[in-house]
């Protein structure tokens, strides 16, 4: 025998059939019919799916909880934050008589602005107070006649609000414009209408 017959010999003996792995699963088969094999799949893949939402609940449960304790650590903060900025506004609307005045004034407006940018990192953002009123983001503190505007629009703003991370931080107080015969039909409820209560700050999600 030349080397080449026997290293084709020595081939064929390396990978010959394993016959007793085909036998069991020739037994294997004999046990299982096709029905009991599709129900153990139908069983892994029934089991696969309630663990993958399971963990889907779990992390939608510690996002929720991650921002729950975000909002409440650092809602103080921005709500302070927004205190400083009314006054920064007041101090703006006041009147400007004198040179020293003005450069006052540009003082405290360019300290105005660097908060408004600092603020708007923390996703705080403004509410905006054209066209209708909604009660989900604006308070009614008034409503006021006025024949160049719709009924149920807003016409002025007293404060203005925020929302913070997709909820509301502070509404929007607002003057609405009452239809004929002293009522608003988009602030309904007259002043009282719309938003919370003075004071409220605790955030409403959805917005």
């Known amino acids: 025998m030349n080397t080449h017959e026997q290293g084709t010999e020595e081939l064929h003996e390396e990978f010959e059939p394993d016959e007793s792995g085909a036998e069991d699963l020739a037994t294997r088969g004999d046990e299982l019919d096709p029905q009991t094999l599709l129900r153990e799949r139908d069983d892994a893949i029934t089991k696969w799916q309630r663990a993958r939402a399971d963990y889907q609940n779990l992390k939608r449960r ?4 991650y921002e729950n304790g975000l909002r409440r650590s650092l809602q103080p903060l921005a709500e302070s934050l927004l205190l400083v900025l009314d006054n920064l506004d007041l101090a703006l609307a006041a009147p400007v008589t004198s040179e020293d005045a003005v450069n006052l004034a540009m003082g405290v407006q360019l300290t105005r602005d660097q908060l408004v940018s600092s603020i708007a990192t923390l996703e705080v953002k403004p509410i905006p107070v054209e066209g209708e009123f909604d009660p989900a983001v604006h308070q009614a503190v008034e409503t006021v006649e006025d024949s160049a505007a719709a009924p149920g629009s807003i016409v002025g703003v007293v404060r203005p609000g925020f ?14 414009a009452a239809a004929p015969g002293g009522s608003s039909e988009g602030a309904e409820g007259g002043a009282d209408g719309g938003g919370r209560a003075e004071g409220d700050s605790s955030l409403e999600s959805g917005v």
């Open 163 to 176: 929302t913070w991370r997709h909820g509301v931080l502070r509404h929007a107080q607002v003057r609405v």
């Open 62 to 65: 510690g996002l929720s909880d």
